[in-house]
């Protein structure tokens, strides 16, 4: 079992900057893929940037690139997602999640463990 707890979320104006931490326990070190999806309201849950526990590989959706970053702390068990340059339209709850068997988990159904999510609204 995996558990995840995000933390980070809040309010901030356009072109602004926050940082999202997702602190996992349990057996976190045999995850092949951590991510971090997002979820607006009335519209689906969607990929924002992945990375890879062991090789620190990334990737991003079109939306994010070039303004969030994802990253992991080994020692720690944690992984963070630096958003900048943030836009009305990037307002969701973001949610944290762990694939045990997928690398290069893009799909929300190949994660096995999400977090309850953080709250981020961006006001223009």
Not at 2 to 17: K, W
């Amino acid at each position: 079992q995996v558990q995840l707890v995000e933390s980070g979320g809040g309010l901030v104006q356009a072109g602004g900057s926050l940082r999202l931490s997702c602190a996992a326990s349990g057996r976190a070190f045999s995850m092949k893929t951590m991510g971090w999806f997002r979820q607006a309201p009335g519209k689906e849950r969607e990929f924002v940037a992945r990375i890879s526990w062991n090789t620190g590989s990334t990737y991003y959706a079109d939306s994010v690139k070039g303004r969030f970053t994802i990253s992991r702390d080994n020692a720690e068990n944690t992984v963070y997602l630096q958003m900048n340059s943030l836009e009305p339209e990037d307002t969701a709850v973001y949610y944290c999640a762990a694939a045990r068997r997928v690398y290069g988990a893009t799909f929300p159904t190949e994660y096995d463990y999400w977090g309850q999510g953080t709250q981020v609204t961006v006001s223009s």
